[in-house]
């Protein structure tokens, strides 16, 4: 019985599928076959929350990602320039890019919102307000507040 506990425990077989992770996992690299491993019992192993599992594909993700793109290389960006022109062609006028958050550090929201968003109930004042009325397309501007980090008028 231990020997099933140790090699073969309940939770590998608990997916929906019925398959078991390993037969999928021996396809990929170390870091894709962890993703796929945590990503796959999420949930299932007891004793083990949802959210740790989760981080660990994270994890892994992030290290893929590394590994694919090694530090100090440029990912080839032209298809995804060539989209963001697209979308910032087909918008009305008057639209912003805004980097929300607390700061630099992590990953903050990035929207695109009307100039109509800057006002006094939100929390910007008149001077703040006229700044950004008067900002051209490409111009850009790190607010005074925690929760806009860069403003960027983009049509």
Not at 95 to 105: A, E, P, Q
Request: with cysteine; proline share 6%.
């Amino acid at each position: 019985m231990k020997y099933e506990e140790v090699n073969h425990p309940k939770h590998y077989n608990d997916h929906p599928s019925g398959v078991e992770c390993l037969t999928i996992v021996q396809a990929f690299n170390f870091n894709l076959g962890n993703v796929i491993k945590y990503v796959w019992r999420a949930g299932l192993k007891p004793g083990t929350e949802v959210v740790k599992d989760l981080k660990k594909a994270q994890f892994y993700i992030n290290a893929e990602i590394k590994r694919v793109i090694p530090e100090g290389t440029i990912p080839d960006i032209e298809q995804s320039n060539k989209e963001i022109k697209e979308l910032i062609y087909n918008l009305p006028e008057n639209k912003f890019l805004c980097f929300w958050g607390s700061g630099y550090v992590g990953n903050p929201k990035v929207e695109i919102v009307d100039v109509s968003h800057f006002n006094d109930d939100n929390g910007y004042d008149k001077e703040q307000i006229d700044r950004i009325n008067e900002m051209e397309v490409g111009d850009t501007w790190e607010l005074p507040t925690p929760e806009v980090l860069v403003v960027m008028r983009i049509k």
